[in-house]
């Protein structure tokens, strides 16, 4: 395994969205908080190579005894310079607190702006909720579907109606959830539920086909077995998946980001506890066949680590995102982003090692057009977590 570079990021104050500082380095390092606690979820670059983050933000005013919470967009420059913030619901549209939102997925919308699909709580529960904004991330259209579920990843089929991927709480048998809403109404064409094993965790992507099949992947815990992968393909609005690959083992393994790398050809990353700690996980997959299955133990990596996103690359490999605790010199805080970059053939290339002195969790990653790599993820600053927003070039350095 090839030496590990530390790239030591040197923190400045947490600023709030409104005063960071415009810049142009084409490799960057840009913190997002406006008070509250921040979580991160994932990142788009937008037509304009700009970027688009969807995180949710827990309120917890004075008075109050539970938290609640709201969608946060932040649309920035292709240099991670604000552009706008918005949030869902509006706190005009808010009394006390009483509406709470989380947003968990998002997709481009081929007429133009965004879908974002996530929570609707209330009273503990929550229910599918669909918020369609204009490219300028202003509300255009909402739904809360009633019933009791997770709106987790969305799509588009060919006719530009949404594909919306939930999960619900069954702990028996019907815990994932497909359906096609109505692009104009958001009404309810057709709604399909699955089974998977006592509980599943499914990642924040849905992928559409030609032929409108879907496909999406996830982690499932089955009775008395290790908690395992899952690899789902069903064709439309119909109750037969065309395969559902999940192997037996005497180990953990869960996924936490699939990506499409071709027709039928999918990627998925996370975890496996093949070796004794967890280490990041890479599986590649044409249909129903394997193609290769590899762990990488990161360099310095104390205990266990987690592979929490990943994006092709220019080159035609992948970089992987983890998260990991890193001994000694090669650490800087609680937990450290760590990137893995492979090729094809998920033979490792480099690995690269940033952080603060907080604990710093990874979301999500992407390659922009330009051929460097987003990373998104969650950074505890001063007991408050901050979104953190990092563009590197193609070999992981910033400069």
Known sequence: MKKVFIACLLLAACAKESSVAPASAPTFVRYFNGGNNDEAKTVLETADKGLLI????????EGLA????????????????LVWQKLFPEFANDVNGTVSYKGNGISADPAGGYVIVGEDIQNGISKVLVVVVDKDGLQTNLKIIATEAKGMAVSTNSTGN????????????????????????LATNWTRIYGAGESVNLANRLFVDAQDAAYWGGSVKKTNSPTNIRLVKTP???LTTNYDHSPSSTFTETINDIISVGAGTFSMVGKSTASGNATI??????????????????????????GNSLATTQDGGMVLLGTSKLTGAAGRGETDYCLVKVNG??????????????????ACIITTSDGGHVVLGTTNLANTKSILLMKTDKNGNIE
Do not use: C, H, R
């Open 66 to 81: 539970t938290p609640y919470y709201k969608i946060k967009l932040i649309k920035t420059d292709a240099f991670g310079n």
């Open 162 to 185: 949404y594909m919306i991927l939930a999960s619900l709480p069954d702990p028996v048998k019907d815990n994932m959830l497909l359906a096609e809403l109505n692009k104009t109404t």
């Open 345 to 362: 053939f998920g033979d490792l290339i480099w690995t690269k090692a940033y952080g603060s002195k907080y604990e710093d969790v990874g």
């Open 281 to 306: 996980s890479l599986k590649k997959f044409i249909g129903t066949t394997q193609l290769f299955s590899q762990t990488y133990p990161f360099p310095a990596q104390d205990g266990d680590a987690d």
């Open 54 to 61: 969807l995180a949710t933000t827990q309120i917890t005013p």
């Open 236 to 238: 439309t609005n119909s």
